[in-house]
């Protein structure tokens, strides 16, 4: 089967770097993708790491090791806007997609 | 405006009452999938479509169908709902499958069956 672990619960201050880390146990892989869900809203699109590596888009960066079945995603100069729930997804066949339990970001002042 | 559309928003019905959510887009995606949201287990896929003509299973199909007869419609029926499928429902749709093709989704409907 396919599985992906994420912290339930993060608490950062505004301003300051958090990390949510992402694991994952899938049959197949075409990559990590990263989703925000803000309260009573619809997720939507973050970031995506086909390759090991960094990626980097604004506040926000995500990162991928393969060979660990391991990925995050960084959020830098918190701010409270911040606050939502963040999923990191898979999409183990190239077709259908597996997400994580989600992880609950609350940024305090 | 490009936008995912699921009606209703909300509803609430009884067991074994036959209700069909929509979901239309607007983008020409091709691939669509609908979702389930419940508290502490993520999203879990129910159908996706890559096109009009493939239509297959995710994680949770039982008790739900889907049809794709055109490209921006696809909508989830629920033949005999039970209590078990009072969730949070959302479509969603992309250029095409795999995680690197952003997935739009809409507003969501919340189904409650009593």
């Known amino acids: 089967g396919q599985s992906l672990e994420q912290p339930s619960e993060v608490t950062a201050v505004e301003g300051a770097i958090v990390q949510i880390n992402c694991t994952y146990q899938?049959?197949?892989?075409?990559?990590l993708s990263w989703y925000q869900q803000h309260d009573g809203g619809a997720p939507t699109f973050l970031s995506y790491?086909?390759?090991?590596g960094l990626e980097e888009t604004g506040r926000f960066s995500s990162f991928l090791s393969r060979s660990d079945s391991y990925g995050y995603l960084l959020l830098q100069e918190l701010q409270m806007k911040d606050s939502a729930s963040y999923f990191c997804?898979?999409?183990?066949?190239?077709?259908?997609?597996?997400f994580g339990p989600g992880t609950r970001l609350s940024v305090l002042p | 405006e490009a936008q995912v559309t699921q009606n209703p928003r909300y509803l609430i019905t009884v067991t074994g009452k036959k209700l069909t959510v929509t979901c239309s887009q607007n983008?020409?995606?091709?691939?669509m999938s609908w979702y389930r949201q419940d508290p502490g287990l993520g999203l879990r896929q129910i159908y996706y479509s890559m096109n009009v003509e493939v239509t297959d299973k995710g994680d949770v199909p039982e008790g739900y169908k889907v049809s794709r007869k055109e490209k921006r419609n696809f909508p989830l029926i629920l033949e005999s709902p039970s209590p078990n499928q009072t969730s949070l429902y959302f479509c969603a749709s992309s250029l095409s499958s795999g995680a690197g093709n952003e997935q739009f989704f809409g507003p969501g409907t919340r189904l409650t069956v009593l």
């Open positions: 997804a898979v999409s183990p066949y190239g077709q259908n997609f597996v």
């Open positions: 790491n086909g390759l090991d």
């Open positions: 899938t049959s197949g892989f075409y990559g």
């Open positions: 983008m020409n995606h091709e691939y």
